[in-house]
């Protein structure tokens, strides 16, 4: 309890002390000085820009803009400080917003591109601010858009950029989907065009089947309908296999026979998963032919060679390397 008394005397010492007295006069004036800059400030004459939104409105469901205006203008305000700060405090419940309404520019042709000069802008930014807000500037100062009349085709999507697996994978299949998309153009441009590209993207480091979206190249005066496409990227990895192949002559006269001892080696090699099962023993030919054997005169032992590999086949490795053979004569058999 005395504890207690003694804690609340030092609060209480500290909060009504010559130095606390001292502060609290100072804050009070620093609040006082405070209020009358406020003031001064709202009176005088400021400069502030605001982004008003813009929105194309009434556009018929034939109409496709190919080149849209810009999301918003950025506008340079005069006026007191009062006034800046009314406004402010409104846009947080009614944003800067204006509407152009496209049926006043729409020339009836089947391609166009409007432009709305600055005195038209300025007349319309006028109905959204108060009279007595000054508009000192805006940017842009001039507004374009473009549009047609429903023109389109149908065109294939190519990707455009890099695939790239880790070391141990590969890349089994590339799909685009949609494989196509609907192109809105001027007849002009849209007449030339056979392709749609998209974005030069590259993915490097693959190693498990993905799948990206991908935005379509943006080119001046064109729309696609969907605007990106999805990229799926099959990718497998590389394996090893192992199949038993018989050693064989070629080319050896008709009473002559190779043989080897094993007459068969074990071909290992590096192959696609996807391709495992396609190839086997039968795709490979380990032979000799007669004349080579005929130049082995500093071996008694037979160097292995294949003379056909199948293709998407690497890392060929042979066991054993070399093997023991003989030319064994074969007895015709004489007919009486």
């Given at each position: ?39 001064q ?40 400080g ?32 409007v ?35 429903g ?17 141990q994978?590969?890349i ?23 392709t ?20 379509l190249?943006?080119q ?7 605007s ?98 003989l ?10």
């Amino acid at each position: 309890m005395k504890n207690g008394k003694n804690r609340l005397k030092q609060w209480k010492d500290k909060l009504f002390g010559h130095k606390s007295h001292e502060l609290l006069v100072f804050c009070f004036f620093l609040a006082v000085s405070f209020c009358f800059w406020l003031l001064q400030a709202l009176h005088e004459t400021l400069i502030r820009e605001v982004n008003v939104r813009l929105e194309l409105e009434k556009v018929p469901s034939d109409v496709v803009i190919i080149d849209s205006l810009p999301p918003t203008l950025s506008v340079t305000l005069l006026n007191r400080g009062l006034a800046l700060a009314r406004h402010s405090f409104s846009t947080i419940f009614r944003p800067n917003r204006l509407e152009i309404d496209f049926t006043k520019y729409d020339t009836g042709k089947n391609d166009a591109e409007v432009t709305i000069p600055t005195s038209e802008i300025q007349r319309m930014l006028g109905n959204i601010f108060a009279t007595s807000m000054k508009i000192q500037s805006f940017r842009p100062d001039t507004l374009r858009f473009a549009y047609n009349h429903g023109r389109s085709r149908r065109l294939p999507v190519k990707f455009a950029g890099n695939l790239k697996a880790q070391q141990q994978n590969y890349i089994q299949s590339v799909r685009l989907e949609p494989d196509s998309v609907k192109v809105f153009a001027p007849s002009s441009v849209l007449d030339t065009m056979h392709t749609v590209y998209t974005e030069p993207m590259h993915f490097e480091g693959l190693h498990v089947t993905s799948s990206f979206d991908v935005p379509l190249q943006r080119q001046k005066h064109l729309k696609y309908e969907p605007s990106s496409v999805s990229i799926k990227v099959d990718v497998g990895y590389y394996t090893e296999k192992t199949v038993k192949v018989p050693i064989i002559g070629l080319n050896f006269p008709a009473e002559k026979k190779l043989r080897t001892f094993p007459a068969w080696a074990n071909i290992t090699f590096r192959i696609e998963s996807g391709r495992y099962n396609k190839v086997s023993a039968d795709d490979f030919v380990l032979a000799t032919t007669y004349e080579e054997l005929l130049q082995n005169t500093e071996s008694s032992k037979l160097s292995l060679h294949l003379k056909n590999v199948p293709e998407g086949v690497s890392d060929v490795r042979i066991s054993p390397m070399d093997v023991d053979y003989l030319i064994e004569q074969v007895v015709q058999e004489t007919s009486e």
